[in-house]
Nanobody, 115 residues
Framework: QVQLVESGGGLVQPGGSLRLSCATS????????MGWYRQAPGKERELVAV???????RYGDSVKGRFTIARDNAKNTVNLQMNSLKPEDTAVYYC?????????WGQGTQVTVSS
């Protein structure tokens, strides 16, 4: 059963912007820390950004100042605004919901930054 549904990936030129969205159930959204992780070919999955139910945000060092994570409480959605994209941002981006032992992942959406 798919609990996290991602959208918004695609191809963008260096310096461009993309917005990823992850929709989930009201129960998961309201109680879980929601976030985005990414995995590039040949590399380990890494943190992009997370936001707690209370709104506390944490970012990976490589995206600080360029990416913004936000919760849309009306739509049970977590959004990732990605600006000033670089080729090294190319990866599959995964939405995550986590609380205690509960750890749920979306199927991933491809982001490719290339000219």
């Amino acid at each position: 059963q798919v609990q996290l549904v991602e959208s918004g990936g695609g191809l963008v030129q260096p310096g461009g912007s993309l917005r990823l969205s992850c929709a989930t159930s009201a129960t998961i959204f309201s109680t879980n820390t929601m976030g985005w992780y990414r995995q590039a070919p040949g590399k380990e999955r890494e943190l992009v950004a997370v936001v707690t139910p209370g709104g506390i945000r944490r970012y990976g060092d490589s995206v600080k100042g360029r990416f913004t994570i936000a919760r849309d409480n009306a739509k049970n959605t977590v959004n990732l605004q990605m600006n000033s994209l670089k080729p090294e941002d190319t990866a599959v981006y995964y939405c995550n919901g986590r609380k205690g032992s509960f750890d749920s992942w979306g199927q991933g959406t491809q982001v490719t930054v290339s000219s």
